[in-house]
């Protein structure tokens, strides 16, 4: 089946440092990837959708300018927080469809703390 | 008016019941519907999705889908301890038909 590979499950950074986030699809090739984050207790909210080869598209109220997205291969986006601070501690979660009239397949998230 | 509604729970059922979990949009022009499963702390993981009114059946999971009614369920039977989880429930805009939107889940304990 269809795999998303999200590194790193887990990290910890210190306040106002940068931290990315790399999700590829292992065996399909994906030209549009989503970005959601979810707090404790909530659902997931779409922050961006990634598209290979263009500038990514923000949802409202999510600054592109602090959650830089890189799509530059058609197996690997990238998600980097910049200047992380602790209200951005969340777990963060990456998506891909691999066709048409199929699921869309989700990474295992990564889990940010900024301490 | 949220895009996707659930109730939020929690939902107990006895193990060996049928558990019903049910999901309203307000997009009529939406196109694809699915339900996913989320243990604690981690990621989704797809159940079923459906796109035709009607019944869809998977093993223990049925998705029922009215359009008319903007209305999306699932029915797990004979429900077993391992199915206690988050259930969310996703649909696609007519707008974006890329976009998946997500209710806030249901939550079902199951108990032995």
């Known amino acids: 089946g269809a795999v998303v590979s999200q590194h790193p499950s887990r990290v910890i950074c210190k306040s106002g440092t940068s931290v990315k986030i790399e999700c590829r699809s292992l065996?399909?090739?994906?030209?549009?990837m989503f970005w959601y984050r979810q707090f404790p207790k909530q659902s997931l909210m779409l922050m961006a959708t990634?598209?290979?080869?263009?500038?990514?598209?923000?949802e409202q109220g999510v600054e592109k300018d602090k959650f830089l997205i890189n799509h530059a291969s058609l197996t690997l986006s990238t998600l980097t927080v910049t200047s992380a601070h602790p209200e951005d501690s969340s777990f963060y979660i990456c998506?891909?469809?691999?066709?048409?009239?199929?699921?869309?397949?989700f990474g295992s998230g990564t889990r940010l703390t900024v301490v | 008016q949220k895009e996707v509604e659930q109730n939020s729970g929690p939902l107990s059922v006895p193990e060996g019941a049928i558990a019903s979990l049910n999901c309203t949009y307000s997009d009529r022009g939406s196109q694809s519907f699915f339900w996913y499963r989320q243990y604690s702390g981690k990621s989704p993981e797809l159940i079923m999705f459906?796109?035709?009114?009607g019944d869809k059946e998977d093993g223990r999971f049925t998705a029922q889908l009215n359009k008319a009614s903007q209305y999306v369920s699932l029915l797990i039977r004979d429900s077993q301890p391992s199915d206690s989880a988050t259930y969310l429930c996703a649909v696609t805009g007519s707008y974006n038909t890329d976009k998946l939107i997500f209710g806030t889940g249901t939550r079902l304990q199951v108990f032995p």
């Open positions: 990634s598209n290979e080869g263009s500038k990514a598209t923000y």
């Open positions: 998506s891909a469809r691999v066709r048409v009239n199929y699921g869309y397949t």
């Open positions: 065996d399909f090739q994906a030209t549009t």
């Open positions: 459906i796109y035709s009114n």
